[in-house]
């Protein structure tokens, strides 16, 4: 009965692993996400204007609503929602705390009544961080997060509860002790301890606290009991979730292949013998070979990603052990690293932060400055330099999303770098703008639709989204 069990699993994954990322929830195009820093939540926000944070703010008293154009006009300047609203207002830092708590809580809630939506997750270790971080525990934002969604009405209890069969889910008898379960969901959830052999104790539960078919909906929406209709859908689930995170790993290899040398990859050293370099080849070919991928487990789309991410493995191989193409692709990056200081950026990489932002800045103003000119061949080599060294920066992936929406060729390209640069900063005004340009320029009308409808949640009075939107509605069809 758990809904969304996916993401559910998900996030106790990250609390148990204690990883980090970004966590992103879609329904076509509301998109809300939650930031992970070592399995605790860092901040959580969204494209909807009722889960923005002067929004909260205001819902909660702690924000005046006069102050809400404000805000925006400080985020038009470029600064995060938190820092527009730190500085149009006089909040202390629990003041602030509380409302990103609550934004966080709200959005988790309103995320557990939409029915399949698009989970995905961005790997990283070094996520950028807010003014103000959370560093709130995961097992605690369901817990809460659920009681919301409950309470609130956004997922109603079944009419039929109390007549199904109950059983404690034994695959999250180790978890339970991290959820902060009150008196009354405590006491129901120790009936079924007690009760392991007895699958239907409804006359103890009914008399045992009040509401207590809202607390065993929680407890079945948190994971923490059962009904055999249940079993069965958690492992259907647990052959998608496989498929699932295969796919995140396509994504992000094939996010760095874009900017990766040949031995990169392969995953190799600079001189590799051919040895190790036909072993690099064959253990990513028993990986992600496409024939692998030929089942009906696996959607079109990642067949179609899993094609190209194996097409440049095999480029990469077919290039490095032949002797003379890899002396000739040798040849072309010593003379890379002369004229364009991209390789000499990549090699600063390992000389230590200080030096690795002051290239990645260097990289970025030469790139700027190439595209202000027009250059944008140049502009894209210098802007790719300076992600290679900072892969995590908005502005970067941002401006090289610019250059490359200038040459025909790179256009697909473009759209990733623009994306990721809303991955970062969902806040971009600029991304989002630049996005829609793209899409009108290449007749991708619901795209384009999609991105000006994002940006005027935020900025209803763009002028440019405003010249956008004129565009789009002469656009035929």
Sequence with gaps: MSKNRKLLDMLLDLDRNRRSCVLRIERGSEKKQLVVNNGL?????????????ARIMVGMGILQREKLREVAELMKEGKTSEEAVHDATASNTEALKKARREQAINILASVWAWSS??????????????????????????VLSVRRAISNRLIHIPANLLDKSYSIAEDMEGIVARYPLNSAETSIYSLFQRSRNAHNPMSQLLSSAEKSDEILFRLSVLGLIKTDETQAQTETISKKSESSSIAIEIEDMLLRFETASLYEILSLTNNPSQDEIQTAYHGLAKK???DRFQSKDHSMDLRRKVEQLFGLVNEAYATLRNPASRDDYDAKRLKLKREGRVEAASEAKVGGKAE????A?????????????????????????CIWLKP????????????MAKIPAHRKSAEQHLLKALELDSTSINSHLELAELYIAVNLRRKAERQLHDLMQWDPDNPKALKLQDALNNMAG
């Design 41 to 53: 939540l860092g901040f959580a926000e969204s494209n909807l204007q009722e889960d923005h944070l």
């Design 117 to 142: 939506p698009t989970i995905l997750l961005y790997p990283n270790n070094d996520l950028r961080k807010n003014r103000l971080d959370l560093q709130m525990s995961l097992p605690e934002l369901l």
């Design 288 to 290: 992600f070979h496409p």
């Design 356 to 359: 690795t932002d002051k290239m």
């Design 361 to 385: 800045a260097a990289l970025f103003e030469e790139g700027r400055n190439l595209l202000a000119k027009r250059d944008f061949e140049k502009a894209v080599e210098r802007l790719r330099g």
């Design 392 to 403: 995590d920066k908005a502005v970067y992936h941002h401006y090289l999303g610019v250059a």
